[in-house]
């Protein structure tokens, strides 16, 4: 099933007010109502078996395009087509092929254990005896939740019970999986678990996953492509790593010296690059073609002790592409 | 079909579940059940007490007590102070979504939620109107065919009432907060459906007009059913009329929750 998304345009009326009891007594009188336009003129595409990121500061429209896509919300303007349906239709037919997991507390019974919450969502979407047995004993076995399934939900960890709350989006088999911030407040080892996880059955059913993460490493592990949303707009559709390496071309290059290096010939090669030296220890932070070039210096001058190369950190380069997108797309 | 009546049985059981994992409350419930009947017992001799009646409107104190009683038990079977308050909440805070993204109707997802939260009392009411049917033998139930017309009246009781509900609830899509609307109605029913004081009771220029309307199926048409107040042409004729209203109420339901959905915001993530 693709996902088809055309001059997608999604607009609230909201209104504001001042704080305090005057401004409140005001407010209740008139209000002074605006268009928000959390989306503008969208065009995407999807396709089947695909994991997409949508990335995008708090307020850019993430979340709202995954309520469009699910057929939460009406679009304002434009359309969208998944396989035949019109989302917003919530045709059951649709319904049966798609989910989607926002937060931690969105299908599952609060009060009582979650399986019987997965009893449920089988009599839901019909799924018969054995095939939910078969996909149930697959998922606890996947995300390790065999001793908790049957804990009430409200005592359980924030991980656990993100854990359950995919299991029960998944009991069903949909084609298209929807996960809005699936590790936000998840500890490392529950975030790595996830995508894993995500992976897996990417590659094992050919599910389509679209995710929101306002971590960057869920999508740089998870997803090949990103949407990069900003205030509404669309600003980057595209390769992941492209994305980096336009923002931040650099790399880092960690050349260990030998004791008795001679700092002469470092020096020589100090005038055509940049580099820091720290005791026995150069640390540059180049484009990869400078840093090939000096490799290749070194190498002929100083044989290494040891050396190692290293990606900048995803999140800084994202923070800094954040703060100033239109510096880096053209 | 009985893949989607499993399927909406399943809500049912679930609230079932929920309702038996809060003991102290499930207790609570009851008790409150039986202390409301006692004041009004209390309340009801001391008027025939003081004031020497015989009977009061044709009726004599235990007929009077017994047609109370029921109305105190249909008037809680129908009502919804809990079920429309999480309603409400739900489409303010958008925890809705999460009935939204499933293949259900919302109008019968929470018609089970409805019925299952008032579960602890259809039994503990069972109980209590099996032991009417003996402490006050003839008032009540005297015959099968009563209790044969008394069971649907008491269904479209429950689903008139739910529908006005639902139709109040939906306002909510527009406006956010609607619970002072629903306290209204509850506090308006507790007297205009003869839950405390048989309509009977009113004036007849108010009672001509409760009559045609679907207050009239809320509790004063299964317990006249109940206590043989009516002939069977006046059964069959308020069935068709009770049907009437349910047809009405599920249109208007319908309509308007398919406008509010249009203009829900998916609050909330």
Partial sequence: ?330 | MISIAIKYISVLRMNWIQALEYRANALVGVIAIMSGLFIEYQIWSLIFKAKGYETVKNFEFNELIVFIFLSIIIGQLKSSWHSSGEMIRAIRTGEINKYLIRPVSYFWYHFMMFIGFNSLYYIVYTLILIGFVFIFPGMIFNSFSTVLYFLPALFISIYISYCIYFIMICFAFWFGEVRSLVVSYNLAMLILSGQYIPIRFFPENILNIINWTPIRYLVDFPVSIATSLLTKQEIYNGFVLAIFWCLVLSIVGSFIYKLGIRDYEAYGS
């Fill in chain 1, 1 to 330: 099933m693709d996902i088809k998304i055309q001059n997608l345009s999604k607009s609230y009326k909201i209104f504001k007010r001042n704080p305090g009891l005057k401004a409140a007594i005001k407010s209740f009188i008139k209000r002074d109502y605006f268009l928000f336009h959390a989306l503008k003129n969208i065009n995407l595409k999807i396709s089947e078996g695909e994991i997409l990121g949508i990335l995008g500061e708090n307020g850019a429209g993430k979340t709202t395009l995954i309520k469009l896509i699910i057929g939460l919300l009406h679009p304002t303007n434009g359309s969208i087509l998944v396989d035949k349906y019109k989302p917003w239709e919530r045709n059951h037919d649709y319904l049966k092929k798609v989910s989607v997991v926002m937060g931690q507390k969105n299908q599952l019974w609060w009060d009582i254990p979650a399986s019987e919450s997965f009893l449920l969502n089988k009599h839901i979407y019909k799924i018969d005896d054995k095939k939910y047995k078969l996909i149930l004993d697959e998922l606890i076995e996947l995300l390790d939740v065999k001793d908790k399934i049957d804990i009430q939900v409200r005592r359980l960890s924030l991980g656990e019970r993100m854990k359950m709350e995919i299991i029960a989006s998944l009991l069903h088999s949909p084609s298209i999986v929807l996960l809005d911030e699936p590790t936000l407040g998840l500890d490392v080892i529950s975030q790595s678990k996830i995508r894993e996880f995500v992976k897996f059955h990417n590659e094992q059913y050919n599910t389509t996953f679209v995710i929101t993460s306002h971590y960057t490493k869920d999508i740089q592990e998870m997803c090949k492509r990103v949407f990069v949303l900003n205030k509404g707009e669309k600003i980057y559709d595209g390769d992941f790593k492209e994305l980096i390496n336009n923002i931040n071309p650099k790399r880092k290059l960690i050349y260990e010296l030998p004791k008795n290096f001679d700092i002469n010939l470092i020096a020589k090669i100090s005038k055509s690059f940049t580099f820091e030296l720290n005791e026995n220890i150069i640390t540059a932070e180049l484009p990869e073609d400078n840093l090939q070039g000096l490799l290749v210096e070194l190498l002929d001058t100083t044989p290494p002790a040891s050396l190692l190369f290293e990606d900048l950190p995803v999140e800084e380069t994202m923070r800094s592409f954040f703060e100033n997108p239109n510096k880096y797309i053209k």
